[in-house]
């Protein structure tokens, strides 16, 4: 992809508007949250302390409409509380002559690297910063830096409590995160109809897990059609997977190909019906005319005829995990159901303080100069303080709306950045414009500036799902009311202000574009990386399989699910966002072409299914054990981590020792008296050195490259 396209599509992405809106009241809670700091501070206090108290009441309340399952009220007190200790450290640096760049570069390398905590933690801790950069430039003493930070903790603390004695839609995030997870499985099932071998998306299946993480008291008042659902959903889609794949499954034509279709047909008929009932909280309605839908009622057998085998075992199972999901929303049972889910908190989830020391480790494992967080670290100090300097330098007045341009524009990656800054620079320019003339054409009091900026508060919580751009013109219309409470002219604040915003956002363009962090360059290691999870995966699928009774499906099965699901959902993104980046696609991704990175990509995710499939019929405890099949899955485990190393060293990858393994295994196996676990034990490792003889072939004879980075096109 070109420059010119990269540069147009972002824009493109960066200007577009959405017209839905975010929900009204959530929007007039944070609103009125802000008003009952700003009226008190400013009749107290003044306009000053009212800014300052402004900032941390927007700031916190901005942090609850973050995509989080935590709390609103806790998010709220913790960017309170970086939005106090910010603005105190602030105040005393800039009356330092030459501390404050220090702590400038300091503070936004740190916010950098809160990226690698999340996005919330991200967002919030470019906020600060921003807010940093505003407050400190009203006069103000040392002794009064106290009161100004505590201000600004005490704005995000009433946004804690406005969201706590004004609940609005609790378990919203959650109920949608849970009927995603059951509505892209009924999408998974209509794919399985007419691609057999289709991949499920596993997003859903990661925000479901983070969203049923809850403490003990929020586990006490969950919904209870919020229990269980979720695990019986991770079991659905292994048994549809093994009921559509051929391999295991339904023939690949015929009668038994027919039934697999209307049992999938029905069973998405099902899921769309559940992800609706726990979206709206209202009674399961289960469709009454499709074909097939004896499968969600346990006990039926109706048209199982057609079906054999390990197929027959598949939509037993599918209609069973089906009804179960049923029953647990069928309001008539809900007390049952409750009785006896009550004393299960599920995962737990520890208080943010309890939080603080993984989210450090996190931290710290960036710190190493290959890590893309430490480069978008590195990459906001230096632009941010080199921004600030010049300002400074040059004796622009109103120079710091460049840095705290730069600040809010910046992100760890190429596409994000570029449409953010696009959006931010028409956003800010248009709001500027448009509140600089309504100060200059009414010029209005105090008190009527502050309910404007209020009422700008209110639009921006409420265009928060429109489109970045309209958002910040609500921003900027609010942080230009806050500052006419100062004096000063207002045409020349706006000329200063837009021509500052323009620089900061080309800056931090420019920034990215002459030090770019490529997602390109790092896709082998997000191959590599699902490559070893899912061999760690499929190891622990064939352990359960040599020793039934040895509590693996638990114990080791679940958790390397969740890795390789995990490393997928991360090698997707980081694929998603390279698609966009100006790079040339079409020669070297690293040592592997791009050719060759997509047939590998294909391999592993062959692994990954052959290993769900192998789940779907995991034997029960008391079953009797496979012989060899531990044994193997170490072989498996070692090679795959081999290969993975492989991969990323530019090194061919060889799975001869593993085949002679498999071939020896497979001997024995045949020796054996006939039985179905046998049987789909010795075709899902066929299939599993199916994958990895297709991804040893991906990779062979590969040119050496040419650079160790990606090229952008026209440098």
């Known amino acids: 992809m070109s420059w010119f396209t990269a540069l147009r599509d972002t824009a493109r992405a960066g200007l577009t508007v959405d017209r839905s809106l975010t929900n009204p009241r959530r ?22 302390q009212a800014t300052s108290a402004a900032m941390g009441a927007f700031i916190a309340g901005t942090a609850t409409f973050q995509r989080s399952f935590r709390p609103r009220a806790s998010l709220a007190l913790v960017a309170a509380a970086g939005l106090g200790l910010s603005t105190f450290l602030g105040y005393v640096a800039v009356g330092i002559p030459g501390a404050f760049p220090v702590l400038l570069a300091l503070w ?41 930070g505590l201000l600004c903790s005490v704005g995000g603390a009433v946004q804690a409590l406005v969201v706590t004695v004004w609940p609005i839609d609790s378990w919203r995030a959650q109920r949608d995160a849970l009927a995603d997870i059951y509505a892209g499985l009924g999408d998974y099932a209509r794919r399985l109809r007419h691609d057999p071998v289709a991949q499920v998306d596993p997003e859903p299946f990661i925000v479901g897990r983070q969203a049923a993480a809850l403490t003990a008291w929020q586990a006490r008042r969950r919904p209870p059609e919020l229990r269980g659902l979720r695990t019986i959903a991770e079991r659905i889609r292994p048994a549809l997977a093994a009921l559509a794949d051929p391999r295991v499954g339904a023939a690949e034509e015929g009668a038994e190909r027919d039934r697999a279709r209307e049992v999938l047909s029905a069973a998405a008929e099902v899921l769309d019906a559940l992800a609706r009932a726990i979206r709206s909280g209202d009674p399961v309605r289960l469709p009454k005319d499709t074909p097939g839908l004896a499968l969600a009622r346990p006990g039926s057998g109706s ?21 179960r999901a049923a029953d647990r929303l069928d309001r008539q049972d809900r007390t049952t ?108 009091g105090d008190w009527v500036l502050a309910v404007l900026a209020v009422s700008c508060m209110g ?43 323009l620089l900061g ?17 790092r896709l082998p290691e997000r191959l590599a990386e699902w490559l070893a999870s899912a061999g760690r995966y499929a190891a622990a699928v064939f352990g359960a399989y040599g020793d039934p009774a040895g509590g693996h499906a638990e114990k080791d099965v679940r958790p390397a699910l969740l890795d390789v699901r995990e490393a997928r959902s991360e090698m997707l993104a ?21 050719k060759q990175f997509d047939k590998a990509r294909s391999a592993v995710g062959m692994l990954d299914r052959c290993t769900v ?62 039985d179905d676990r046998i049987d789909v034990t010795r075709a899902g490792a066929r299939l599993v050195m199916q994958a990895l003889t297709e991804l040893e072939r991906a990779v062979r004879t590969r040119p050496q490259p040419a650079r160790p980075e990606p090229v952008p096109l026209g440098v």
């Open 337 to 444: 159901v409750q009785s006896r889910t009550a004393p299960s908190t599920g995962l737990r989830r520890p208080p943010l303080v309890k939080l603080a020391p993984a989210a450090l480790a996190t931290v710290g494992r960036q710190l190493h100069r290959h890590s893309a967080i430490f480069h978008h670290a590195a990459r906001m100090a230096l632009v941010v303080t080199s921004a600030y300097l010049a300002s400074r330098l040059l004796r622009i007045e109103h120079g710091y709306w460049a840095p705290m341009t730069s600040a809010m524009v910046m992100r760890p990656d190429f596409a994000q950045t570029f449409s953010r800054g696009v959006a931010r620079v028409a956003g800010t320019a248009a709001g500027v414009l448009v509140s600089t003339a309504v100060v200059q054409l009414f010029d209005p």
């Open 303 to 323: 048209g199982e005829d057609r079906l054999r085998g390990a197929a027959r075992r598949s939509a037993r199972r599918l209609s069973g995990l089906l009804g």
């Open 27 to 48: 929007a007039l809670r944070g609103a009125v949250a802000a008003a009952l700091v700003v009226f008190p501070a400013l009749f107290l206090f003044g306009p000053a």
């Open 505 to 521: 956002g080309f800056v931090a363009l420019a920034a990215y574009a002459l030090f770019p962090t490529w997602q390109t360059a």
């Open 613 to 674: 499939l192998l789940e779907a019929h995991l034997p029960a405890e008391d079953a009797p054990p496979v012989p060899g099949a531990a044994a193997f899955g170490e072989e498996l485990r070692d090679a795959t981590a081999l290969a993975a190393a492989a991969v990323l060293l530019g090194q061919d990858v060889d799975f001869a020792l593993l085949r002679d393994a498999h071939r020896t295994w497979d001997h024995q196996l045949a020796a054996l008296p006939r």
């Open 108 to 148: 936004a390398f740190g916010a950098g690297l809160a990226w690698a905590i999340g996005p919330t933690a991200g967002v919030v801790a470019a906020n600060t910063l921003a807010v940093m950069m505003v407050v400190v430039q009203l006069p103000v003493s040392v002794p009064t830096a106290i009161e100004h």
């Open 459 to 501: 639009l921006a919580y409420l265009t928060m799902r429109t489109g970045y751009a309209v958002m910040t013109v609500a921003i900027s219309s609010y942080v230009v009311f806050l500052l006419g409470l100062q004096p000063g002219d207002p045409v020349r604040l706006a000329v200063d202000r837009v021509s500052m915003t």
């Open 574 to 594: 980081a694929l998603d966002r390279a698609e966009v980046e100006p790079v040339r696609h079409d020669e070297q991704v690293r040592e592997l072409t791009r």
